[in-house]
């Protein structure tokens, strides 16, 4: 069983950092993707960045995210600087596999990331 573990959710003002882990049970390589994900109240979950063959960023984070991942430690991070309320939501980490026309999803509890003054 594939265990995805976020952390590093928490309370920042506007205009702060927080850096976001996301911890793999298995050798991240094996996954064809890492991505994570959000929801805010209310809204629907929505995709923030997507790290596989290549990299992708949604609209409302580009230049301001960045995600990455260290092999070693089977971990994926996402460094979030200039944030603001609008960033406020959990925050889902994604493992995903792909075979053929069937892809197998793996997610986490979700971390808490609250922008407020």
């Known amino acids: 069983q594939v265990q995805v573990v976020e952390s590093g959710g928490g309370l920042v003002q506007p205009g702060g950092s927080l850096r976001l882990s996301c911890s793999i049970s298995e050798n991240i390589l094996t996954f064809d993707a890492m991505a994570w994900y959000r929801q805010a109240p209310g809204k629907q979950r929505e995709l923030v960045a997507h790290?596989?063959?290549?990299?992708h960023y949604s609209d409302h984070v580009k230049d301001r995210f960045t995600i990455s991942r260290d092999v070693a430690k089977n971990t994926v991070y996402l460094q979030m600087n200039y944030l603001g309320p609008e960033d406020t939501a959990v925050y889902y980490c994604?493992?995903?596999?792909?075979?053929?026309?069937?892809?197998?999803?793996?997610w986490g509890q979700g971390t808490q990331v609250t922008v407020s003054s």
């Open positions: 790290i596989g063959r290549i990299i």
């Open positions: 994604n493992a995903a596999k792909i075979t053929g026309d069937v892809v197998t999803d793996y």
